[in-house]
């Protein structure tokens, strides 16, 4: 089966850097996503590591350790609007090709 | 191309009831996935379809829920015999096979009273 761990809530202000973490257990792994979710909206795709080290896009980066199971996602110079639940999500062989994804990690940033 | 489309976006029904939910995927994505979320909680696979064929369910899913993708375009998810406990947002995603980026629908919003 698969299992991910993440935090449930992290709070920070705006111009920060907020790490949210994820580990993993999964049968078979193909890779590690996160998706970002607004109140009331869809996931939206963030990034993808399939290998270990750093992904950088913009404010955002993702990193992978597959020998630890864990991954993390980086937000730099936090914006208001970079409040939202952000979800780190695996393929598992169990599972086929669907993604299944943990319960999420609710971002507040303040001013 | 106007991304994933679900309708309706939001039912309210009596328990009992059967509800259907549709969902057009992106035109040129060829695999179809169901979640569930409810509130506070990730996207829960429910099922998936590669073009027509339904290739994967939960395990979780009820014999109350059955799920059609009839010409490998746009998918249907009917729930029947309603309970409070199938309250929840649906949402719909695609991809093509091959890429690592799924694009969810708004999702439908379910709820039984």
């Known amino acids: 089966g698969q299992s991910l761990e993440q935090p449930s809530e992290v709070t920070a202000v705006e111009g920060a850097i907020v790490q949210i973490n994820c580990t993993y257990q999964?049968?078979?792994?193909?890779?590690l996503s996160w998706y970002q979710q607004h109140d009331g909206g869809a996931p939206t795709f963030l990034s993808y590591?399939?290998?270990?080290g750093l992904e950088e896009t913009g404010r955002f980066s993702s990193f992978l350790s597959r020998s630890d199971s864990y991954g993390y996602l980086l937000l730099q110079e936090l914006q208001m609007k970079d409040s939202a639940s952000y979800f780190c999500?695996?393929?598992?062989?169990?599972?086929?090709?669907?993604?299944?994804f943990g319960k999420g990690t609710t971002l507040s940033v303040s001013s | 191309d106007t991304g994933v489309s679900q309708d309706p976006r939001h039912k309210i029904t009596k328990r009992g009831q059967n509800v259907t939910f549709r969902c057009d995927p992106i035109?040129?994505?060829?695999?179809l996935y169901w979640y569930r979320q409810t509130l506070g909680q990730g996207p829960e696979f429910l099922t998936y379809?590669?073009?027509?064929?339904?290739?994967?369910k939960s395990r979780l899913l009820s014999d109350r829920f059955s799920a059609e993708r009839p010409k490998g375009s746009f998918s249907t998810l009917e729930i029947q015999r309603t309970e409070q406990g199938d309250s929840a947002m649906y949402l719909c995603?695609?991809?093509?096979?091959?890429?690592?980026?799924?694009?969810f629908g708004a999702g439908s919003r379910l709820t039984v009273l």
């Open positions: 999500a695996v393929r598992d062989k169990q599972a086929g090709t669907a993604l299944i």
């Open positions: 999964t049968s078979g792994f193909y890779g």
């Open positions: 590591n399939a290998l270990d």
């Open positions: 035109s040129e994505h060829n695999r």
């Open positions: 379809f590669q073009n027509e064929a339904q290739l994967e």
């Open positions: 995603a695609s991809i093509h096979s091959g890429a690592n980026v799924l694009t």
